[in-house]
């Protein structure tokens, strides 16, 4: 079982908050040497003292700078597609996804943000691990507007949405119930967030605070029991407390946001989850919300600097899960789910919205990932699929 699990975590400043996450693993009995772990970093960081920190925590793992994801592109023969993982972007753990692709190793991934810690009550790992294992009656949630509010339990009290719910989904009528899991059928595991809240720019700024925060914070009593969203039913999946099995990594491409002509940002983790969801929702398989929750400590930022970023893709965040509701339903893959819904936005007209060109370019996007994939693995059956693809089309 050695280095079974990937751990990426996307850093410029606060990479100690891991060792937080070490000390967790040992305080619960969790075995660090299940863990391989990328720091995904820029040129102008501490790289050296990011290793140094690793080393000194006995904990494997690599640091790449933007240089050392070069070299790596070229070592591994895919230059051509090192657009897909954009610059200066939270969307760089995309490159730890190719990076766990290469390494057969790695049945499972997390994803850490480095303004995060765990919950010392909680086993954070461990946690994550027994939610993609879980076999048994989980609460199931649904709503007439199709979209999940992952902070619904308390929300009559805190009237908050997080980050990606698109705006027209608001004041949904929540309706739970029981859902049946069997085993194998979670492949994504999403632990929330206490402190400060995942909003949007135009949330927060509605909360009364200009310093990218919120006014309004979370705390362990405002969550509830786990629960799954309904099937048909869309949810905002954030990546900076989440775990994944290795299946997923075709349809769970962080989507290429910032380094754009258009000034999208803002929606990796938002878009990406929507279509997990759809895959999922298609193989029958589920994403797991709730515990381990993590302290989410969001450095203060102007709020309008976010607002800047986001304002280019609100409109089309409130299309997009409609887009691709009905499409791939006859994939039996997750390649052959996110390829549909690639061809859909890569091939559709799109001048209708602002910025609309923008989901050509995400399609495009999904496609080259897709091929990147194949190429780093070309002797599996996903690169054999990938080329029947290509030559259909």
């Not at 660090?32 to 720091?39: A, E, F, P, Q």
């Not at 480095?114 to 048994?136: K, W």
């Not at 200009?210 to 099937?231: I, N, P, Y």
Request: hydrophobic share 40%.
């Amino acid at each position: 079982m050695s280095q079974d699990i990937c751990v990426v975590v996307p850093t410029i400043r606060e990479y100690e908050c891991m060792r937080s996450y070490f000390a967790n693993a040992r305080n619960h009995g969790f075995d660090l040497d299940r863990l391989h772990v990328v720091l995904v970093t820029e040129d102008f960081c501490e790289t050296d003292e990011m290793a140094a920190m690793l080393e000194d925590e006995g904990v494997s793992g690599e640091v790449f700078d933007g240089s050392r994801r070069e070299e790596w592109y070229d070592d591994h023969g895919v230059s051509e597609y090192s657009h897909v993982v954009p610059a200066a972007s939270h969307a760089e753990t995309s490159f730890g996804l190719l990076y766990m692709w290469v390494h057969d190793e790695f049945d499972y991934g997390f994803f850490i943000d480095d303004d995060t810690l765990p919950h010392p009550d909680e086993d954070f790992f461990g946690t994550h691990m027994a939610n993609l294992a879980f076999e048994g009656e989980l609460e199931s949630v649904a709503s007439d507007e199709q979209w999940v509010n992952v902070l619904y339990q308390n929300a009559d009290e805190h009237g908050l949405y997080p980050r990606g719910y698109p705006y027209s989904a608001m004041n949904e009528t929540v309706e739970t119930g029981t859902a049946e899991i069997g085993g194998g059928e979670v492949v994504a595991s999403q632990g929330l967030w206490t402190n400060v809240p995942d909003l949007d720019a135009v949330r927060i700024l509605m909360d009364g605070d200009l310093e990218g925060q919120a006014q309004t914070r979370t705390s362990s009593d405002d969550f509830d029991d786990d629960f799954v969203a309904e099937r048909g039913n869309y949810l905002t999946v954030c990546s900076m407390n989440l775990a994944f099995r290795r299946e997923v990594i075709p349809a769970f491409y962080q989507l290429p946001m910032d380094d754009n002509e258009w000034d999208v940002g803002r929606f990796d983790d938002i878009w990406s989850g929507v279509f997990l969801k759809r895959a999922c929702d298609v193989l029958g398989t589920r994403i797991y919300n709730g515990a381990p929750l993590c302290e989410h400590n969001k450095a203060p930022r102007s709020t309008f600097d976010d607002l800047n970023n986001e304002v280019p893709g609100l409109e089309l965040n409130e299309h997009l899960w409609r887009v691709i509701d009905d499409v791939g339903g006859d994939a039996d893959s997750y390649a052959g789910v996110f390829e549909a819904m690639a061809d859909e936005l890569a091939d559709g007209d799109w001048e209708a919205y602002n910025n609309g060109a923008f989901f050509n370019y995400v399609g495009e996007h999904m496609r080259d990932w897709l091929d990147c994939l194949a190429t780093l693995r070309p002797a599996s059956g996903f690169a054999a699929d990938r080329e029947r693809v290509v030559a259909d089309d």
